[in-house]
T-cell receptor, first 115, second 112 residues
Framework: GAGVSQSPSNKVTEKGKDVELRCDPI?????LYWYRQSLGQGLEFLIY????????KSGLPSDRFSAERTGGSVSTLTIQRTQQEDSAVYLC?????????????FGPGTRLTVT | DAKTTQPNSMESNEEEPVHLPCNHS???????IHWYRQLPSQGPEYVIH???SNVNNRMASLAIAEDRKSSTLILHRATLRDAAVYYC?????????????FGKGTSLLVTP
């Protein structure tokens, strides 16, 4: 079946511009996670959704970052007034349920470059 | 989440079995043992997970020590495509979602 998809695959933007990153999770998966990975670094958690609500926003690095999920499916991560330190690969993952007994399936990521 | 310890790197010949160890001496009774891997320039990929019993799937086997203080990911016949960084992660069942916390992992080199 279809896996997690993300768009765009690559995004180059100028400093100060806003960007939107999209994630289409696997159908029926109630849990959705956003992470980012900077070059050569580990995975950094950003936000978690269970259905359309976000019980855990603790990883969002600043108020320039926001995310929403609609219809228990598609999610959008928005970064306002982008900065160069926002350059990273943004990864989305979905899971059947938001518990420790289920695996997460990752999308291919969006590579964001802020110039 | 409890801490895990893995070797920084391991090397294997193609078509040979690979045993990737993970120590987790502070594991609690409700922690699940998860393994993920990340191939170069790709997103992480789920491999296998378990709680107490050994587990097998199409990708690998997971052998869990009786005291659960260590586990071993077994790739039965390594291929060049298995060259990746392998992460052993402990997750606690708390019913409110969990975020993966990748440590340094084990970088597996597979040689022809």
């Amino acid at each position: 079946g279809a896996g997690v998809s993300q768009s765009p695959s690559n995004k180059v933007t100028e400093k100060g511009k806003d960007v939107e990153l999209r994630c289409d999770p696997i159908s029926g998966h109630t849990a959705l996670y956003w992470y980012r990975q900077s070059l050569g670094q580990g995975l950094e958690f950003l936000i978690y959704f269970q259905g359309n609500s976000a019980p855990d926003k603790s990883g969002l690095p600043s108020d320039r970052f926001s995310a929403e999920r609609t219809g228990g499916s598609v999610s959008t991560l928005t970064i306002q007034r982008t900065q160069q330190e926002d350059s990273a690969v943004y990864l989305c993952a979905s899971s059947p349920y938001g518990t420790a007994n289920y695996e997460q399936y990752f999308g291919p990521g969006t590579r964001l470059t802020v110039t | 989440d409890a801490k895990t310890t893995q070797p920084n790197s391991m090397e294997s010949n193609e078509e040979e079995p690979v045993h990737l160890p993970c120590n987790h001496s502070t594991i609690s009774g409700t922690d699940y043992i998860h393994w993920y891997r990340q191939l170069p320039s790709q997103g992480p990929e789920y491999v296998i997970h378990g709680l107490t019993s050994n587990v097998n799937n199409r990708m690998a086997s997971l052998a869990i020590a009786e005291d659960r203080k260590s586990s071993t990911l077994i790739l039965h016949r390594a291929t060049l495509r298995d060259a990746a960084v392998y992460y052993c992660i402990l997750l606690t069942e708390r019913g409110s979602g969990y975020a993966l916390n990748f440590g340094k992992g084990t970088s597996l080199l597979v040689t022809p």
